[in-house]
């Protein structure tokens, strides 16, 4: 089956720990990205990647890490957690991308 | 510069009405335009896409899409909703070239019997 998986699902961490969400997809695309979904704001880019070793940064890049070693993984890096990061992400998957994504079933965190 | 408008934060309908959700974007050249669906603590599925061609876009779930260039809008209709329709809604505008893909704010959509 054709799909982006993340994880985890949830996590709850605190102020300043480093944590990983790691993100993989199955179908070859060239096309991978981070959207944080907050209330009254809708989806918002993190940070995108054309390709392996291909990154750069969406419409709120601060705070957070990417690396594209392999095409089918894209992990999000959070080195030095804070509140403010609290906030429902997504990763996606795109052949290209204006094509559309394809989305994960998010990870929801909590920074306390 | 880019951007997508969904004039509607919420909607609610009854079961069986017809539902128009509107969508209004910005885009220098000749957009893709995608609808998704959120329903509560799920990701955002594709509900249907334009690219080119025929301006009625059909979809999946019953739901359809008007393509107006003259409007720039990109509204998404279902004749008769169902209970199960009940979801958040987004719109997204993209492009050919680059990374250039953008949603707007989302409708949520609320179905009373």
Known sequence: EAQVTQNPRYLITVTGKKLTVTCSQNMNHE?????????????????????????????????????RKEKRNFPLILESPSPNQTSLYFCASSPRGG?????????????? | AQSVTQPDIHITVSEGASLELRCNYSYGATPYLFWYVQSPGQGLQLLLKYFSGDTLVQGIKGFEAEFKRSQSSFNLRK??????????????????????????????????P
Not at chain 1, 40 to 61: A, F, W
Not at chain 2, 79 to 106: I, K, L, M, R
């Open chain 1, 31 to 67: 096309y991978m990205s981070w959207y944080r979904q907050d209330p009254g704001l809708g989806l918002r880019q993190i940070y995108y990647s054309m390709n392996v070793e291909v990154t750069d940064k969406g419409d709120v890049p601060e705070g957070y890490k990417v690396s």
């Open chain 1, 99 to 112: 094509y559309g994504y394809t989305f994960g079933s998010g990870t929801r965190l909590t920074v306390v």
């Open chain 2, 79 to 112: 004749p008769s909703v169902h209970w199960s329709d009940a979801a958040e809604y987004f719109c997204a505008v993209g492009a050919n070239t680059g990374n250039q893909f953008y949603f707007g704010t989302g409708t949520s959509l609320t179905v009373i």
